[in-house]
């Protein structure tokens, strides 16, 4: 099951997929969730949703916060990395305007990727296991995006280690 955080974006790149004319979301309208989510005001964000939702906001804050510390590890701007995701995807072709939008192949194999990670325990899927998901993908384009941002794959991939070891070191109640 999806944690709210991960709902959240999975709520951004749908709306990051419809405004670039893409029929489906790619893995690179996730990326630029992500980079969204690490400037997100979450107490602003959440103002108008029900107290259910707005009560989740300290567990959103840290699911949020873990990702924030593996785009700063990995020496990865933000802003300039979804600049140059959308630079790099350009507009697509599809017009229809309307949610939802589907997932893509790709992004399913991410998603079933990062369940595994979880699909022995009772943790729900949070936004470092999609995170881990999506830079499991090999796509050469996005690995230019990360030179262009200063970074790599193989930087970002280990600070999503480092961000998951110590989520199971924290789980398991271990001290850091």
Not at 38 to 49: E, I, R
Not at 103 to 111: D, E, H, K, L, M
């Amino acid at each position: 099951m999806n944690s709210i955080s991960v709902t959240i974006l999975w709520s951004l790149a749908e709306r990051e997929a419809l405004s670039g004319g893409f029929e489906m979301i790619l893995p690179m309208h996730f990326w630029i969730a992500i980079g969204k989510a690490v400037d997100l005001d979450v107490t602003a964000f959440l103002k108008n949703a029900d107290a259910e939702v707005k009560r989740l906001e300290p567990f959103i804050e840290g699911e949020l916060e873990t990702v924030r510390r593996v785009l700063s590890e990995a020496g990865i701007p933000a802003q300039k990395f979804r600049r140059s995701l959308r630079t790099s995807l350009g507009r697509g072709d599809h017009s229809n305007g309307q949610l939802p939008i589907h997932r893509g192949q790709s992004v399913r194999t991410a998603f079933q990727r990062a369940g595994r990670l979880v699909q022995d325990s009772e943790s729900y899927l949070l936004p470092i296991h999609l995170c881990y998901g999506l830079i499991s993908l090999s796509d050469p384009a996005f690995d230019t995006i990360l030179e262009t941002c200063g970074s790599s794959g193989s930087r970002l991939q280990g600070a999503i280690n480092q961000q998951l070891t110590r989520l199971i070191a924290v789980d398991r109640g271990e001290a850091l």
